[in-house]
């Protein structure tokens, strides 16, 4: 429903003007929950600034009313604005529009946009698919020195830039125009080759080079494999809580999304089942799921496949930070799991060097078996031919050469030593207040709030990551990454990118955050009246 734009007829004191209410369309059987097309609307009328900066937002109850939705949808769509820094609140006085918006933050001023045009200019409609490509979130371009504690980040301050760049170096010295022509759209031979060999023996993923197809990091990965296997309307299993950019894409492929909640074991297939038993694609981070941090089990790996074969279905494993094991026995990829031969497996194994290499590199790869590789080289062909030769020749040699593994080696232990120092400055700063997941692997942690706290509707999660952003500090609610509301939220908290050093100061000022936060009551951010 679309209704016009009218001031609030406000009942305020507040200086500040009130924002018009807005104008949103809501699907009610759309893929989309109705709070998450209210956040998608809403952002994208601020970014627009059709809702001005600075300016107060109504009631969750005028809001509600005027959109004819449940408070619930209103209060969970701002929260999760405030969360991302485009709202804020004033004790007392209620929900503004912040005067700075997170994209003003991560680009230099010189080089801020113009305003997007309004609606009402004169141009060309969007295609359905265009505006689902339009208003889909993908996360953006991130500040160069990592915040404290944001998710996702790699320590890039222990990757062997010399050696890199003698490599690359001596490629343009050796190679000279052969570097220059255009390349195969399923990627350089040699780089094929290593990542195969280097799969098979790291994570038990027995392939020909010719199944390896190198893309632009696993997001065209992600982007090309949905392209070839789904329909609109097709469904598609995902994690809850799961990858938002992997959803991105299956968005954009029309897909429609089917959250399969994560427990201790990983994604509940037989939840899945009962949800969408004939959904053609289920996409799975089996070795450390993302954001849960947990591993899928025997028993689901085996469920998992049993259900694929039984009714023809596609898995997609994304192993995006395997090599970040640091305790335990490391666990071999689902894809290794599937015995069956190249030409029948249903798993496709999604990598990348992102986390392990760079991720401005953007160079990953999918894994497909012979039936796929023809419809995905001509979709990434389609897409934009190739990746840039140099690159993949400079990593094949930097991984055919040992200096992967080295540096593999080199930041388990970073890792490690990363995480040790959350724990215990978590620990002296945080005590009970927050307590953190276990965690073998990865980058990341959760942290749940200690007591009751922890409940959604307490809205602490997303109070502390609003305050937080005010401080510079990155921290994201668990209910982020959901479809749905978790049962308990809780922050993600990213240590990758940070320093020892670095963690023991964000830990006391997350400290000093999450108090007062606690002080604040509860469902502020929402405005609840
Ligand atoms: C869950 C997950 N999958 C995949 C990736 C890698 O994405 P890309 O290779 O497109 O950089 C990331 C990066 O942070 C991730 O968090």
């Not at 759309?30 to 601020?46: H, M, V």
């Not at 609606?119 to 404290?148: K, M, Q, Y």
């Not at 500090?473 to 990454?481: A, G």
Request: charged share 20%.
């Amino acid at each position: 429903m679309a209704r016009h734009p009218e001031p609030l007829s406000g009942k305020t004191t507040s200086p500040h003007s009130v924002a018009q209410l807005p104008v949103v369309e809501l699907k009610s059987r759309a893929a989309l929950p109705l709070y998450e097309q209210l956040y998608l609307g809403l952002r994208d009328q601020i970014l627009r600034g059709w809702l001005a900066q600075g300016a107060r937002l109504a009631s969750t109850r005028t809001l509600a009313d005027h959109l004819a939705v449940s408070r619930f949808t209103v209060v969970t769509a701002l929260e999760r604005l405030l969360a991302e820094g485009y709202l804020t609140t004033r004790a007392g006085s209620g929900t503004y529009i912040t005067s700075t918006l997170p994209e003003q933050h991560m680009r230099p001023a010189r080089r801020e946009r113009a305003p997007l045009p309004r609606r009402d200019d004169a141009v060309p409609a969007l295609s359905a698919r265009g505006r689902t490509v339009a208003s889909v979130w993908i996360t953006g371009p991130r500040p160069e020195e990592p915040r404290a504690f944001q998710p996702r980040r790699a320590p890039l301050d222990a990757f062997p830039v010399r050696t890199w760049s003698t490599i690359v170096r001596r490629l343009w010295n050796r190679g000279g125009y052969k570097l220059l022509e255009y390349g195969e759209p399923a990627g350089y031979w040699p780089l094929r080759q290593a990542i195969a060999e280097h799969i098979a023996v790291t994570r038990a993923v027995r392939c020909d080079p010719q199944h390896v197809i190198v893309t632009s990091g696993s997001q065209q990965a992600f982007d090309l494999l949905f392209r070839v296997l789904l329909d609109p309307g097709d469904r598609a299993w995902i994690e809850e809580p799961g990858y938002l950019d992997v959803r991105a894409a299956l968005m954009v492929a029309g897909a429609e999304l089917v959250p399969v909640p994560v427990d201790g074991e990983g994604i509940d297939v037989s939840a899945g089942i009962r949800l969408a038993p004939n959904a053609r694609v289920a996409v799975v981070s089996p070795s450390h799921q993302y954001p849960a941090g947990v591993t899928l089990s025997a028993t689901r790996r085996m469920e998992l496949l049993n259900w694929a074969r039984a009714s023809g279905a596609w898995i997609v494993e994304d192993d995006y930070d395997s090599y970040f094991r640091y305790a335990g026995r490391p666990m071999s990829a689902l894809h290794g799991v599937d015995r069956a031969a190249p030409q029948r497996a249903q798993v496709i194994y999604v990598g990348t060097f992102s986390k392990t290499v760079f991720p401005s590199l953007r160079l990953g790869f999918c894994v497909v078996p012979d039936s796929l590789v023809d419809a995905v080289v001509n979709a990434r062909a389609v897409a934009d031919r190739n990746s840039p030769i140099v690159d993949q020749a400079a990593l094949a040699e930097f991984i055919t050469a040992g200096h992967y593994e080295r540096h593999l080696r080199r930041l388990r232990m970073i890792c490690q030593e990363r995480h040790h120092a959350m724990r215990r400055h978590f620990a002296h700063s945080l005590g009970e207040r927050v307590v953190l997941s276990p965690a073998s692997a990865g980058t990341h942690v959760l942290g749940y709030f200690g007591g009751r706290r922890s409940d959604p509707d307490n809205g602490l999660a997303a109070r502390v990551a609003s305050l937080a952003a005010a401080e510079g500090l990155v921290v994201f609610p668990l209910s982020r990454y959901c479809l749905t509301p978790p049962s308990r939220d809780a922050l993600v908290l990213g240590f990758g990118g940070l320093s020892p050093r670095r963690i023991a100061t964000g830990a006391e000022q997350l400290a000093a955050i999450v108090r007062r936060a606690r002080q604040q009551r509860p469902r502020a951010p929402a405005n609840r009246r």
